[in-house]
């Protein structure tokens, strides 16, 4: 079993920054891929940013502004997100993903808010 905890979420003014933080726990394996995706009022759940040993993604709205970031060692991704904007405010979610068996883990959720 995998368990998430996500930490650092809050209320911003637009232009700030937070950094997220997901400590995983339980059998983690530093070849299965880790990230972040998010889910707004009435709207679906969609990536963020992703990271693995052989790629790291970020979704479209949130590129050049966002960072994901692991540190093995402590089983942590980090998500530094810059130039806030309130279209950023949603629900942050850390995601595990094994490949074998294919599934999914997912956190609690931290929330993050930014005002205008």
């Known amino acids: 079993q995998v368990q998430l905890v996500e930490s650092g979420g809050g209320l911003v003014q637009a232009g700030g920054s937070l950094r997220l933080s997901c400590v995983a726990s339980?059998?983690?394996?530093?070849?299965?891929?880790m990230g972040w995706y998010r889910q707004a009022p009435g709207k679906q759940r969609e990536l963020v940013a992703v990271?693995?040993?052989?790629?790291?993604n970020y979704g479209d709205s949130v590129k050049g502004r966002f960072t994901i970031s692991r540190d093995h060692a402590k089983n942590t991704v980090y998500l530094q997100m810059n130039s806030l904007k309130p279209e950023d405010t949603a629900v942050y979610y850390c995601?595990?993903?094994?490949?074998?068996?294919?599934?999914?883990?997912w956190g609690q959720g931290t929330q993050v808010t930014v005002s205008s």
């Open positions: 995601t595990y993903a094994t490949m074998i068996p294919p599934r999914s883990y």
């Open positions: 339980g059998s983690i394996s530093s070849s299965n891929a």
């Open positions: 990271i693995s040993p052989n790629f790291t």
